[in-house]
Protein backbone atom coordinates (compact mmCIF):
# COMPACT_ATOMS: atom_id res chain seq x y z
CA UNK A 1 0.00 0.00 0.00
CA UNK A 2 0.99 3.60 -0.21
CA UNK A 3 2.83 5.48 2.46
CA UNK A 4 0.97 7.36 4.79
CA UNK A 5 1.52 8.71 7.99
CA UNK A 6 -0.48 8.87 11.84
CA UNK A 7 -1.17 5.65 11.35
CA UNK A 8 -1.59 4.90 15.12
CA UNK A 9 -4.03 1.59 14.25
CA UNK A 10 -0.45 -0.28 13.37
CA UNK A 11 1.27 0.69 16.68
CA UNK A 12 -1.40 -1.49 18.34
CA UNK A 13 -0.10 -5.11 16.30
CA UNK A 14 3.64 -4.12 17.36
CA UNK A 15 2.50 -5.12 21.05
CA UNK A 16 1.17 -8.54 19.52
CA UNK A 17 4.59 -9.14 17.83
CA UNK A 18 6.71 -9.32 20.66
CA UNK A 19 8.19 -12.86 21.65
CA UNK A 20 7.08 -14.06 18.31
CA UNK A 21 10.87 -15.34 17.40
CA UNK A 22 10.87 -17.13 19.87
CA UNK A 23 7.07 -18.98 18.92
CA UNK A 24 7.58 -18.97 15.56
CA UNK A 25 10.64 -21.38 16.37
CA UNK A 26 8.15 -23.96 18.24
CA UNK A 27 5.58 -23.54 15.03
CA UNK A 28 5.01 -26.27 12.51
CA UNK A 29 5.27 -25.17 9.02
CA UNK A 30 3.64 -26.49 6.48
CA UNK A 31 4.11 -26.75 2.23
CA UNK A 32 0.80 -26.35 0.91
CA UNK A 33 0.27 -23.17 -2.01
CA UNK A 34 -2.83 -21.68 -2.41
CA UNK A 35 -4.12 -23.69 -5.78
CA UNK A 36 -1.17 -25.74 -5.40
CA UNK A 37 -0.18 -29.36 -4.40
CA UNK A 38 0.18 -29.36 -0.73
CA UNK A 39 3.18 -30.90 0.93
CA UNK A 40 3.02 -33.36 4.57
CA UNK A 41 3.32 -31.35 8.03
CA UNK A 42 6.57 -31.43 9.96
CA UNK A 43 4.99 -32.96 13.46
CA UNK A 44 5.96 -30.92 16.47
CA UNK A 45 7.83 -33.36 19.03
CA UNK A 46 7.97 -35.82 16.50
CA UNK A 47 12.09 -36.49 16.01
CA UNK A 48 11.36 -39.59 13.64
CA UNK A 49 9.47 -36.80 10.60
CA UNK A 50 11.80 -35.16 8.66
CA UNK A 51 11.36 -30.82 8.47
CA UNK A 52 9.19 -29.71 6.09
CA UNK A 53 10.74 -28.77 2.36
CA UNK A 54 11.03 -24.87 2.12
CA UNK A 55 8.45 -23.53 -0.90
CA UNK A 56 10.32 -23.70 -3.94
CA UNK A 57 11.99 -19.94 -4.98
CA UNK A 58 10.32 -17.63 -7.04
CA UNK A 59 11.36 -14.30 -8.94
CA UNK A 60 12.96 -11.43 -6.97
CA UNK A 61 11.25 -8.81 -9.34
CA UNK A 62 8.57 -6.87 -7.93
CA UNK A 63 5.23 -7.71 -9.36
CA UNK A 64 2.46 -6.11 -11.33
CA UNK A 65 1.34 -8.02 -14.11
CA UNK A 66 -1.98 -10.47 -14.06
CA UNK A 67 -1.68 -13.95 -14.81
CA UNK A 68 -5.02 -13.20 -16.51
CA UNK A 69 -3.77 -11.44 -19.29
CA UNK A 70 -3.44 -8.48 -21.05
CA UNK A 71 -7.22 -7.26 -19.94
CA UNK A 72 -7.34 -9.21 -16.47
CA UNK A 73 -6.47 -7.05 -13.22
CA UNK A 74 -5.40 -8.52 -10.01
CA UNK A 75 -8.12 -6.95 -6.76
CA UNK A 76 -4.71 -6.96 -3.57
CA UNK A 77 -6.45 -6.45 -0.16
CA UNK A 78 -4.65 -4.91 2.42
CA UNK A 79 -3.82 -4.86 6.16
CA UNK A 80 -6.52 -7.29 7.37
CA UNK A 81 -7.91 -9.95 8.12
CA UNK A 82 -10.11 -7.81 10.32
CA UNK A 83 -13.59 -9.39 12.21
CA UNK A 84 -15.76 -6.24 10.47
CA UNK A 85 -14.70 -6.24 7.48
CA UNK A 86 -12.68 -8.58 5.71
CA UNK A 87 -15.87 -10.81 6.01
CA UNK A 88 -17.91 -8.14 4.16
CA UNK A 89 -15.46 -7.78 1.74
CA UNK A 90 -15.03 -11.17 1.04
CA UNK A 91 -19.20 -11.25 0.07
CA UNK A 92 -18.73 -8.88 -1.89
CA UNK A 93 -16.30 -11.00 -3.70
CA UNK A 94 -18.04 -14.08 -3.84
CA UNK A 95 -21.31 -11.88 -5.15
CA UNK A 96 -19.16 -10.98 -8.04
CA UNK A 97 -17.13 -14.51 -8.37
CA UNK A 98 -13.89 -12.70 -7.85
CA UNK A 99 -10.84 -13.99 -6.47
CA UNK A 100 -8.17 -11.76 -4.92
CA UNK A 101 -5.28 -11.70 -3.04
CA UNK A 102 -5.43 -10.58 0.86
CA UNK A 103 -1.92 -8.86 2.13
CA UNK A 104 -2.02 -10.16 5.78
CA UNK A 105 -0.44 -8.38 9.11
CA UNK A 106 1.01 -11.49 10.94
CA UNK A 107 -0.58 -10.32 14.42
CA UNK A 108 -3.86 -9.98 13.01
CA UNK A 109 -3.89 -13.04 11.02
CA UNK A 110 -2.74 -14.58 14.54
CA UNK A 111 -5.46 -12.86 16.01
CA UNK A 112 -7.96 -14.38 13.59
CA UNK A 113 -7.47 -17.57 12.43
CA UNK A 114 -10.77 -18.29 11.29
CA UNK A 115 -10.76 -15.58 8.95
CA UNK A 116 -7.93 -16.35 7.34
CA UNK A 117 -9.24 -19.64 7.13
CA UNK A 118 -11.71 -18.52 5.23
CA UNK A 119 -9.73 -16.60 2.74
CA UNK A 120 -8.65 -19.62 1.51
CA UNK A 121 -10.91 -21.87 1.56
CA UNK A 122 -12.76 -19.23 -0.53
CA UNK A 123 -9.91 -19.20 -2.94
CA UNK A 124 -8.47 -16.25 -2.79
CA UNK A 125 -4.47 -16.18 -2.12
CA UNK A 126 -2.09 -14.95 0.78
CA UNK A 127 0.58 -12.36 0.84
CA UNK A 128 2.49 -11.52 3.41
CA UNK A 129 2.40 -7.97 4.57
CA UNK A 130 4.86 -8.28 7.38
CA UNK A 131 4.58 -8.05 11.68
CA UNK A 132 3.83 -3.91 12.66
CA UNK A 133 3.51 -2.41 9.01
CA UNK A 134 6.42 -0.64 9.09
CA UNK A 135 6.75 2.23 5.85
CA UNK A 136 10.42 2.55 7.48
CA UNK A 137 11.99 -0.44 6.66
CA UNK A 138 13.86 -0.09 4.17
CA UNK A 139 15.89 2.20 5.94
CA UNK A 140 15.64 -0.62 8.66
CA UNK A 141 19.01 -3.17 9.18
CA UNK A 142 18.66 -6.51 7.53
CA UNK A 143 17.75 -8.38 10.57
CA UNK A 144 14.97 -6.33 11.28
CA UNK A 145 13.59 -6.87 7.79
CA UNK A 146 14.02 -10.45 8.24
CA UNK A 147 12.47 -10.52 11.60
CA UNK A 148 9.56 -8.24 10.44
CA UNK A 149 8.87 -10.67 6.45
CA UNK A 150 9.51 -14.26 8.24
CA UNK A 151 8.03 -13.98 11.76
CA UNK A 152 4.77 -13.10 9.81
CA UNK A 153 5.32 -15.82 7.42
CA UNK A 154 4.94 -17.79 10.04
CA UNK A 155 2.11 -16.38 11.81
CA UNK A 156 -0.27 -16.62 8.60
CA UNK A 157 0.90 -19.72 7.39
CA UNK A 158 0.26 -21.28 10.66
CA UNK A 159 -3.40 -19.37 11.44
CA UNK A 160 -3.91 -20.46 7.67
CA UNK A 161 -4.02 -24.05 8.79
CA UNK A 162 -0.54 -24.49 6.61
CA UNK A 163 -1.12 -22.15 3.69
CA UNK A 164 1.75 -20.29 2.82
CA UNK A 165 1.93 -16.55 1.50
CA UNK A 166 2.46 -16.69 -2.20
CA UNK A 167 3.59 -12.93 -2.18
CA UNK A 168 5.26 -10.40 0.06
CA UNK A 169 3.97 -6.64 0.13
CA UNK A 170 6.24 -3.99 1.29
CA UNK A 171 4.55 -2.02 3.88
CA UNK A 172 4.38 1.50 1.81
CA UNK A 173 6.26 0.22 -1.04
CA UNK A 174 9.41 -0.23 1.50
CA UNK A 175 11.24 -2.86 -0.44
CA UNK A 176 14.82 -3.56 -0.48
CA UNK A 177 17.22 -5.37 -2.74
CA UNK A 178 17.56 -7.96 0.32
CA UNK A 179 14.09 -8.02 1.52
CA UNK A 180 12.76 -8.92 -2.07
CA UNK A 181 15.32 -12.09 -2.06
CA UNK A 182 15.31 -13.00 0.59
CA UNK A 183 10.66 -13.25 0.52
CA UNK A 184 12.16 -14.89 -3.33
CA UNK A 185 13.93 -17.60 -1.44
CA UNK A 186 10.99 -18.31 0.53
CA UNK A 187 8.70 -18.52 -2.34
CA UNK A 188 6.61 -15.00 -2.04
CA UNK A 189 7.04 -13.16 -4.86
CA UNK A 190 7.34 -9.31 -4.33
CA UNK A 191 4.11 -7.39 -4.87
CA UNK A 192 3.68 -4.05 -6.17
CA UNK A 193 0.64 -1.80 -7.20
CA UNK A 194 -0.21 0.19 -10.39
CA UNK A 195 -3.61 2.06 -9.24
CA UNK A 196 -3.98 2.87 -5.19
CA UNK A 197 -7.49 3.68 -4.95
CA UNK A 198 -6.64 5.97 -2.17
CA UNK A 199 -9.33 4.11 0.01
CA UNK A 200 -7.59 4.13 3.30
CA UNK A 201 -7.55 8.00 3.55
CA UNK A 202 -11.90 7.45 3.48
CA UNK A 203 -12.68 9.89 0.43
CA UNK A 204 -16.23 8.79 -0.33
CA UNK A 205 -17.15 5.97 -2.27
CA UNK A 206 -17.52 8.02 -5.61
CA UNK A 207 -14.16 9.10 -4.83
CA UNK A 208 -12.58 6.26 -4.93
CA UNK A 209 -14.64 4.46 -7.96
CA UNK A 210 -13.76 7.68 -9.62
CA UNK A 211 -9.81 7.63 -8.82
CA UNK A 212 -9.78 3.54 -10.34
CA UNK A 213 -11.62 3.99 -12.93
CA UNK A 214 -9.37 7.12 -13.88
CA UNK A 215 -6.30 5.10 -12.86
CA UNK A 216 -6.73 1.77 -14.34
CA UNK A 217 -4.58 2.59 -17.52
CA UNK A 218 -1.56 2.55 -14.88
CA UNK A 219 -1.90 -1.01 -15.17
CA UNK A 220 -3.51 -4.50 -13.80
CA UNK A 221 -2.75 -4.44 -9.78
CA UNK A 222 -5.15 -2.31 -7.64
CA UNK A 223 -4.85 -1.66 -4.51
CA UNK A 224 -8.03 -1.67 -1.41
CA UNK A 225 -7.98 -1.94 1.96
CA UNK A 226 -9.53 -4.59 4.61
CA UNK A 227 -8.47 -3.16 8.32
CA UNK A 228 -7.29 -0.17 9.89
CA UNK A 229 -10.26 1.87 9.89
CA UNK A 230 -13.73 2.17 8.87
CA UNK A 231 -13.71 0.53 5.72
CA UNK A 232 -17.73 0.60 4.83
CA UNK A 233 -16.38 3.00 1.68
CA UNK A 234 -13.85 0.39 0.24
CA UNK A 235 -16.92 -2.15 0.77
CA UNK A 236 -19.43 0.23 -1.49
CA UNK A 237 -16.91 0.81 -4.22
CA UNK A 238 -16.00 -2.64 -4.46
CA UNK A 239 -19.73 -3.53 -4.90
CA UNK A 240 -19.78 -0.41 -7.57
CA UNK A 241 -16.89 -1.35 -9.66
CA UNK A 242 -16.59 -4.95 -9.79
CA UNK A 243 -19.73 -5.26 -11.70
CA UNK A 244 -17.96 -1.77 -13.86
CA UNK A 245 -14.83 -3.76 -14.56
CA UNK A 246 -17.02 -6.86 -15.95
CA UNK A 247 -18.82 -4.88 -17.76
CA UNK A 248 -16.11 -3.27 -19.67
CA UNK A 249 -14.49 -6.75 -20.72
CA UNK A 250 -11.79 -7.21 -17.74
CA UNK A 251 -11.53 -10.39 -15.97
CA UNK A 252 -10.23 -11.21 -12.86
CA UNK A 253 -6.54 -12.80 -12.34
CA UNK A 254 -3.93 -12.79 -9.80
CA UNK A 255 -0.51 -10.98 -9.36
CA UNK A 256 2.19 -13.08 -11.74
CA UNK A 257 4.40 -15.48 -9.50
Known amino acids: ?31 AQ ?38 AVNITIDDGPDPVWTPQVLQVLREYGVK ?15 LVRQVVAAGHRLCDHTVSHDTTMDKKPEAYQSQQILD ?31 AARHGMRPLGWNVDSKDFERPG ?9 SE ?25 LLPWLKQQGYSFGFPVR
Not at 3 to 26: E, I
Not at 38 to 56: E, F, L, M, V
Not at 216 to 240: C, E, K, Y
Request: glycine share 14%; proline share 7%; with cysteine.
Open 34 to 71: AGQPGGTAAGTGSAARPAAPKAAPVSADIAHASDGGAH
Open 216 to 240: LANGPTLLFHDAGGDRSQTVAALRA
Open 100 to 114: ATFCMIGPQAQAHPE
Open 152 to 182: AERQITKASGGVRPMYYRAPGGAFTPYSRHL
Open 205 to 213: TEAIVTTVK
Open 1 to 31: MARHGGRGWYGRVVAAAVGVTALAAATSVWT
